[in-house]
């Protein structure tokens, strides 16, 4: 006879890790951020926007436009930087379109824009913390860089940044330099040079994150609105990633950032010194790992290399799922 009160309890799940989200949506942007808000494992507390992938004010609109259409209604969504520190404003029409979103039609906002700029916003969430927070960052790191720049005691209160940006060899937007890192090098690096835990998901890995046909049709089985909304962007991006790049299955670079967080386990990588090259004449905004060790300086940076691809597919077909 079973003693009642004998019973075994299941350990509780770790509580949720808490994160903000800076970021310029962007196709991959908006499934970073459904990734981001939807799942369990990360309480997210703020979005904020940069300059990138379109104008500030694009970007803005569309994370707003993200958030209005998924029901995202509880977390701050602030403007953030409208140019690179010192380099002028490039943005990616030619791979998102002239919104920065382009495709479905999207939802005109009901969510509206926190009051406070990007700088503000992160601040005040980081300092109000019970603990240290995460930044996932999956733009160029001007906000990010501003923050550290004008509040560099922050630091303490940051867990980490995860960054999208970078690549351990060649770029997508020069020969060298992936566009997260090519649109402000002495943002990133600044980010760098602070001492906060820093960790590159570059293309490495997000070129291991290719939507191929039967990661469309698993989103498509889904049926929901939301569900086609990012099969009409991934549909897109497939587009625009074929044109440029003979690429008809795109990379899905930014959840791959927020996929490190949820689970560190799907996202292998190495600890190794990193800088951003903000002067080469052709290499501007290359990031250069040093893998081999060549240079002898102390590793400063974990740099992502290797993807559990259908875990991340799992958790990304999932995540748009939980949305109903
Ligand atoms: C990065 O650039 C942007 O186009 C994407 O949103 C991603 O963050 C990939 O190089
Ligand atoms: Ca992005």
Known sequence: MPDPDDHQTDPPPPAPVPVVLDCDPGHDDALALLLAHADPRVDLRAVTVVHGNQTVDKCLRNALAVCTLAGIT?????????RPLVRPLRVAP???????????????????????DAVTLLHDVLTAAEQP???????????????????????????????????????????????????????????LDSGVPFTMVGLDVTHQALVTADVLGRLRALGTPLARTCVGWLTFFAGTYDEQFGMPDPPLHDPVAVARVLDPALVR?????????TE??????ATVADLHGYSGRAANADVALGLDRDGFFDLLVAAVASYG
């Not at 930044?135 to 209160?157: D, F, I, K, Q």
């Not at 990588?269 to 090259?277: I, K, M, Q």
């Not at 080469?280 to 905004?285: A, E, V």
């Open 280 to 285: 080469g004449r052709w290499t501007s905004g």
């Open 94 to 116: 030619d791979i998102h379109g002239e919104s920065g979103l382009d495709g479905p039609d999207l939802p005109v906002p009901t969510v509206v824009a926190d009051p406070r």
């Open 269 to 277: 990588v190495v600890r190794t010194h990193l800088v951003v090259e």
């Open 74 to 82: 509880d977390v701050p969504v602030a403007r953030g930087a409208d």
């Open 133 to 191: 927070v995460t930044v996932v960052a999956t733009g160029a790191l001007t906000n990010v860089a501003m923050l550290l720049r004008a509040h560099p005691e922050v630091v303490r209160s940051v867990r980490g940044v995860v960054w999208m940006g970078g690549s351990t060899g060649r770029g997508n937007i020069t020969p060298f330099a992936e566009a997260n890192a090519a649109n402000d090098p002495e943002a990133a690096q600044h980010v």
